[in-house]
């Protein structure tokens, strides 16, 4: 049942070109560069409309959240305000007229994230969902559904759920803009194009960062803490990555937004502590590269207090090699679609370390893959 793995996460990883894929399938035009989404059930006036949207989430479902914010902000230009499922109706929430509720969720039950929706609704607030399981609690409450075609989770660690949430974010994000007319078609048919070449790269890390990240578990299993940065987009990455080694490893760790370092933490750094920098960049994007060298200047923070850095660069930048210890390379790709290549080394790297440290990878302590209690 395992396909022939040691581990479910493990196969579950590996299934991830196939769950992006069948997250897109039927959903986008190649020829046209549109997206269609007949599952949501909300008119394209109601979108047109819409003046704020809010996502509720627990857990990795809640990074996805985070990374959908920068996707709907920047190509629908509608506000997003991301919560905590398990905070949402604690803080009196104010409904903006015309508000849309999204909620995120691999299982659909997730208790939490149950409660807010149902706070959504008592405030008048139509919801939508994202979610894995066809017929879940959460999906019967929803207006309408985006399903993520991940196929059933078995790993405690989200995986492959999460970077099919991450695709089921970008084509909501590009159907949002084409619904409400801030995409060029010009544009969404590259974009869409660009996502029809993600499986592909998914697999071709796949292939490349394995064996890698295996050598880098021999080096680090026994650091005490790790830390993750990134900005912008990638910061919810990082977020991710830190929460993986967390669950399965029982290391601490934390993902930080880079540029906060110097306001902080930069006084935990020294010759022990591991820090994992998404440094990724889209070069035809100048707002991506601003960012980018942004980050090279904060590698150079950590290196400079003698930090251990392990990179997660885009193919074909060497000069980073150069400054930090080790690099993980991912293809280029758009801005908005590099966090579902470089979340595939920082599952891999999770993996190999907790492997080594004989954790049990699928069951780790004190977790559960639904949680059902708030
Ligand atoms: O089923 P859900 O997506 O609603 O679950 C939310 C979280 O409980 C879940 O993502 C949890 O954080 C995972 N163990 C992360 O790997």
């Avoid at 009196?92 to 508000?99: L, T, V, Y």
């Avoid at 149902?118 to 008048?124: D, K, P």
């Avoid at 669950?247 to 306001?263: F, L, V």
């Amino acid at each position: 049942e395992k396909g022939g793995y040691k581990h479910f996460m493990l196969k579950e990883i590996n299934e991830q070109p196939r769950a992006i894929r069948d997250t897109t399938l039927g959903r986008v035009s190649l020829d046209s560069g549109q997206v269609f989404l007949p599952d949501l059930k909300l008119g394209p006036e109601e979108f047109r409309r819409a003046t704020q949207l809010t996502i509720a989430a627990c857990g990795t479902s809640w990074h996805a959240a985070l990374a959908g914010k920068f996707m709907i902000e920047r190509l629908a230009r509608l506000p997003v305000e991301v919560d905590y499922a398990s905070e949402y109706r604690y803080r009196s929430p104010i409904a903006s007229p015309n508000e849309i509720g999204l909620l995120i969720t691999q299982s659909g039950e997730t208790a939490d994230t149950i409660a807010a929706q149902r706070e959504m609704t008592s405030l008048g607030i139509p919801t939508l969902a994202i979610c894995n399981v066809v017929g879940a609690a959460i999906t019967r409450e929803a207006h309408g559904t985006i399903t993520t075609n991940a196929g059933p989770e078995i790993g405690v660690a989200s995986t492959k759920a999460f970077t099919a949430q991450l695709t089921a974010l970008f084509t909501l994000a590009l159907y949002l803009a084409q619904q409400r007319g801030t995409a060029a078609a010009e544009h969404s048919l590259h974009l869409v194009t660009e996502l029809s070449k993600i499986p592909g790269k998914v697999e071709e890390v796949l292939r490349s960062v394995d064996d890698a990240c295996a050598n880098l578990a021999k080096s680090f299993s026994n650091a005490r803490d790790f830390l993750f940065l990134g900005r912008g987009i990638h910061y919810p990455i990082a977020l991710e990555g830190a929460l993986k080694l967390k669950e399965i490893s029982y290391i601490h760790a934390e993902g930080y937004p880079a540029g906060e370092m110097k306001h902080g933490p930069n006084a935990l750094i020294d010759e022990s502590l591991p820090v994992v920098v998404i440094a990724t960049q889209d070069p035809t994007d100048p707002q991506s590269v601003l960012k980018y060298e942004k980050t090279l200047s904060n590698i150079q923070e950590v290196t400079a207090r003698s930090g251990r850095v392990i990179a997660i660069a885009t193919e074909g930048d060497h000069e980073i090699s150069k400054l930090v210890e080790h690099t993980l390379h991912v293809p280029a790709a758009p801005e908005l679609l590099l966090p579902i290549l470089e979340t595939v080394p920082l599952q891999l790297l999770a993996y190999h370390i907790a492997v080594r440290r004989g954790c049990d990878v699928d069951q780790p302590r004190n977790l559960a893959k639904s949680v059902t209690v708030e």
